[in-house]
């Protein structure tokens, strides 16, 4: 018997693989970010997306590296003020008085403003690496502003 007798053969487009997370069916759609960091790129996306009718039993996540900055901007949240704290705990601790010690930690906020001007002029976003040398730039405020 032939084949068209029992079944319509054609040729359609589909997903050439469907896959399944959390018992659910996952299409995923991928893109890069060229010419603007990551963020900015998906704040753009989500809004382009917010205006999207979605058929009943669909929605979009955002998920890949953008969840991996989110997870590490979080991070940072959290690390960079226990940094700046244990920066001026150490300078208290050198001098034994808290006067000495935030005297010398205002040079931080003079260096933080500098490096973000630094990434303005450069035309760099604020992103986890600079967060980091934000951290390492609070160092040597404070270690020349002890000099």
């Known amino acids: 018997m032939p084949l068209r007798r029992v079944a319509?053969?054609?040729q359609r487009s589909a997903p050439s693989l469907v896959s399944h997370f959390n018992a659910e069916r996952r299409l995923q759609v991928?893109?890069?970010?060229?010419?603007?960091?990551l963020g900015t790129?998906?704040?753009?996306?989500?809004r382009r997306a917010a205006g999207l009718a979605l058929p009943p039993g669909y929605r979009v996540e955002w998920g890949g590296q953008y969840q991996t900055l989110r997870a590490a901007s979080r991070r940072l949240a959290l690390i960079i003020p226990a940094a700046l704290g244990l920066i001026f705990a150490m300078l208290a601790l050198a001098f034994r008085l808290a006067r000495p010690a935030a005297i010398i930690f205002t040079n931080v906020p003079f260096a933080c403003?500098?490096?973000m001007i630094a990434l303005w002029?450069?035309?760099?976003?604020?992103?986890i690496s600079a967060g980091i040398g934000f951290i390492a730039l609070s160092g040597v405020a404070v270690s020349t502003g002890w000099c």
Do not use: E, H, W
Not at 30 to 37: E, H, P, T, V
Not at 41 to 46: D, E, F, G, L, S
């Open 8 to 10: 319509d053969v054609g």
């Open 30 to 37: 991928g893109f890069n970010a060229r010419d603007s960091d």
């Open 41 to 46: 790129v998906v704040v753009r996306a989500q």
């Open 113 to 115: 403003v500098g490096g």
């Open 121 to 127: 002029l450069r035309g760099m976003p604020v992103s």
